[in-house]
Protein backbone atom coordinates (compact mmCIF):
# COMPACT_ATOMS: atom_id res chain seq x y z
CA UNK A 1 0.00 0.00 0.00
CA UNK A 2 0.95 3.55 -0.88
CA UNK A 3 0.85 5.76 1.92
CA UNK A 4 2.32 8.92 3.40
CA UNK A 5 2.61 9.70 7.46
CA UNK A 6 3.13 13.06 8.57
CA UNK A 7 4.21 13.57 12.55
CA UNK A 8 5.52 16.42 13.82
CA UNK A 9 2.87 19.46 13.85
CA UNK A 10 2.11 21.50 17.33
CA UNK A 11 1.38 24.87 18.78
CA UNK A 12 4.44 27.13 19.17
CA UNK A 13 5.11 30.41 19.71
CA UNK A 14 5.70 32.99 17.25
CA UNK A 15 9.53 32.94 16.49
CA UNK A 16 9.72 29.31 17.21
CA UNK A 17 10.67 26.10 15.03
CA UNK A 18 8.80 22.92 14.67
CA UNK A 19 10.42 19.42 11.61
CA UNK A 20 7.39 17.91 9.93
CA UNK A 21 8.08 14.51 9.29
CA UNK A 22 6.51 12.27 6.07
CA UNK A 23 7.14 9.20 6.10
CA UNK A 24 6.69 6.73 2.83
CA UNK A 25 5.66 3.12 2.52
CA UNK A 26 5.01 1.52 -0.54
CA UNK A 27 7.55 3.62 -2.64
CA UNK A 28 10.97 5.20 -2.78
CA UNK A 29 11.51 8.59 -2.45
CA UNK A 30 13.80 8.74 -5.67
CA UNK A 31 11.57 7.31 -7.65
CA UNK A 32 9.17 10.37 -7.02
CA UNK A 33 8.93 13.76 -6.01
CA UNK A 34 8.11 14.83 -2.33
CA UNK A 35 6.21 17.68 -1.94
CA UNK A 36 4.76 20.38 1.11
CA UNK A 37 1.41 21.89 0.69
CA UNK A 38 -0.30 23.91 3.61
CA UNK A 39 -4.23 25.17 4.00
CA UNK A 40 -5.24 27.86 6.40
CA UNK A 41 -8.47 28.00 7.47
CA UNK A 42 -10.69 29.47 5.04
CA UNK A 43 -8.12 29.74 2.33
CA UNK A 44 -6.91 27.33 -0.82
CA UNK A 45 -4.81 24.49 -0.50
CA UNK A 46 -0.62 26.20 -1.30
CA UNK A 47 2.34 24.73 -2.46
CA UNK A 48 5.38 25.33 -0.52
CA UNK A 49 8.47 23.04 -1.17
CA UNK A 50 9.43 20.14 -3.19
CA UNK A 51 12.41 17.58 -3.49
CA UNK A 52 13.59 15.32 -5.94
CA UNK A 53 16.71 13.43 -7.36
CA UNK A 54 15.84 15.56 -10.61
CA UNK A 55 15.21 18.75 -9.73
CA UNK A 56 16.63 19.42 -6.33
CA UNK A 57 15.21 21.69 -3.97
CA UNK A 58 11.91 24.20 -5.56
CA UNK A 59 10.86 26.73 -3.50
CA UNK A 60 6.84 27.72 -4.83
CA UNK A 61 5.91 30.36 -1.82
CA UNK A 62 7.81 33.80 -1.41
CA UNK A 63 6.79 33.57 2.25
CA UNK A 64 8.69 30.80 3.27
CA UNK A 65 11.86 31.85 1.57
CA UNK A 66 15.04 31.76 4.09
CA UNK A 67 12.54 30.27 6.76
CA UNK A 68 11.42 26.85 5.65
CA UNK A 69 13.73 23.99 4.58
CA UNK A 70 12.85 20.52 3.32
CA UNK A 71 15.03 17.68 3.25
CA UNK A 72 14.78 14.09 2.71
CA UNK A 73 16.63 11.05 4.62
CA UNK A 74 16.18 7.83 1.92
CA UNK A 75 17.46 5.73 4.55
CA UNK A 76 14.50 6.42 6.61
CA UNK A 77 11.93 6.95 3.21
CA UNK A 78 11.39 10.15 4.70
CA UNK A 79 11.15 13.90 3.93
CA UNK A 80 11.43 16.66 6.57
CA UNK A 81 10.07 20.28 6.49
CA UNK A 82 12.06 22.54 9.15
CA UNK A 83 9.90 25.51 9.70
CA UNK A 84 11.97 28.54 11.73
CA UNK A 85 10.82 31.97 13.13
CA UNK A 86 7.14 30.91 12.46
CA UNK A 87 4.73 33.39 12.10
CA UNK A 88 0.71 33.35 13.16
CA UNK A 89 0.39 32.98 9.72
CA UNK A 90 1.70 30.08 9.05
CA UNK A 91 -1.09 28.86 11.35
CA UNK A 92 -2.40 25.69 8.76
CA UNK A 93 -2.93 22.01 8.38
CA UNK A 94 0.24 20.83 6.29
CA UNK A 95 0.32 18.18 3.72
CA UNK A 96 3.02 16.11 2.13
CA UNK A 97 2.05 14.96 -0.98
CA UNK A 98 3.20 12.59 -4.26
CA UNK A 99 3.18 12.29 -7.84
CA UNK A 100 3.62 9.58 -9.71
CA UNK A 101 6.45 10.92 -11.42
CA UNK A 102 10.29 11.83 -10.14
CA UNK A 103 9.60 15.92 -10.96
CA UNK A 104 8.38 18.57 -9.04
CA UNK A 105 4.92 20.25 -9.55
CA UNK A 106 3.33 22.76 -7.71
CA UNK A 107 -0.13 21.43 -8.80
CA UNK A 108 -2.02 19.92 -6.06
CA UNK A 109 -4.20 18.15 -8.55
CA UNK A 110 -0.97 16.10 -9.75
CA UNK A 111 -0.23 15.10 -6.65
CA UNK A 112 -1.87 11.27 -6.13
CA UNK A 113 -1.13 10.12 -2.81
CA UNK A 114 -1.62 12.45 0.77
CA UNK A 115 -0.81 12.12 4.01
CA UNK A 116 -3.37 13.00 6.65
CA UNK A 117 -2.16 16.73 7.54
CA UNK A 118 -0.62 17.78 10.45
CA UNK A 119 -1.77 20.98 12.53
CA UNK A 120 0.55 23.69 12.83
CA UNK A 121 -0.81 26.45 15.22
CA UNK A 122 1.37 29.83 16.18
CA UNK A 123 0.40 31.84 18.64
CA UNK A 124 1.49 35.44 18.50
Known amino acids: EVKLVESGGGLVQAGGSLRLSCTASGFTLKTRAMQWFRQAPGKEREALMC????????NYHHSVEGRFNISSDDAKNTVYLQINNLKPEDTAVYYC?????????????????WGQGTQVTVSS
Open 97 to 113: AAPTFWYCSSYDYMMVT
Open 51 to 58: ISDRDGIS
